[in-house]
């Protein structure tokens, strides 16, 4: 598969095949991809915390929200949790360049976790202190994403932008999650 397919295909996943758990040793390998990535002026600030334990996965899924924009029947059922979480956590005084770390960490590993036939879902949606707590975090950092990750169990796709002009992200009448995207065109707003 070529770099744009994987991209394609690297949607966001929030229905999980809650059977089917991660271990430790695959969710340090994907943490591998976001250590080996671009960091701004290389001072590799973020560290993460990787979720295996089935009782801590359930805590934490209790701490996050999926699918903001969708109902609450369209959000993942009980079955249909993540297999594991990964942490980003970063110190509190990080500037806007360390910040750019975070997207490109988290992008490094959904798309090794995309490559492995995972999903991912990037969580800002988080009770920050009550899961910094869970997972006895150092006072010296914060928690800056959540991704959740499993074995998908819904069809994602990438879609046209919707005829009234929303971009917001939905199931159609197939159950599958669509994500519009603006065209190119659009993307690139001058060519000098």
């Known amino acids: 598969m070529n770099l744009k397919d ?12 809650g059977d089917r758990r991660l271990s430790s040793d ?14 701004a002026r290389n001072k590799q600030v973020l560290r993460f915390i ?20 969708l109902t609450p029947e369209q959000r993942a059922g009980k079955h249909q949790h993540p297999g594991g979480f990964i942490v ?15 997207g490109i960490a988290a992008q490094s590993i959904n798309l090794a976790a995309c490559e492995a036939g995972l999903g991912c879902c990037m969580i800002g949606a988080v009770k920050k202190n009550e899961a910094a707590a869970l997972l006895q975090l ?14 998908p169990d819904e069809v994602r796709r990438v879609v046209e932008r919707r005829p009234d002009g929303s971009l917001t ?3 159609d009448e197939n159950d599958e999650h669509c994500v519009p995207k603006i065209t190119l065109e659009e993307s690139v707003i001058m060519k000098k």
């Not at 695959?26 to 960091?39: G, K, N, P």
């Not at 150092?138 to 074995?151: C, H, N």
């Open 6 to 17: 994987l991209v394609i295909r690297a949607r966001t996943c929030r229905r999980f095949k």
């Open 26 to 39: 695959t969710l340090a390998e994907l943490v591998d991809y976001a250590r080996l990535s671009a960091s």
């Open 50 to 69: 990787t979720v295996a334990d089935v009782d801590t996965c359930e805590a934490l899924n209790s701490l996050v929200v999926m699918g903001g924009s």
């Open 88 to 102: 980003i956590a970063g110190p509190e005084n990080m500037d806007d360049f360390a910040i750019m770390d975070v």
């Open 138 to 151: 150092p006072e010296e950092l914060s928690i800056r994403l959540v991704l959740a990750l499993g074995e």
């Open 169 to 171: 992200y939905y199931r």
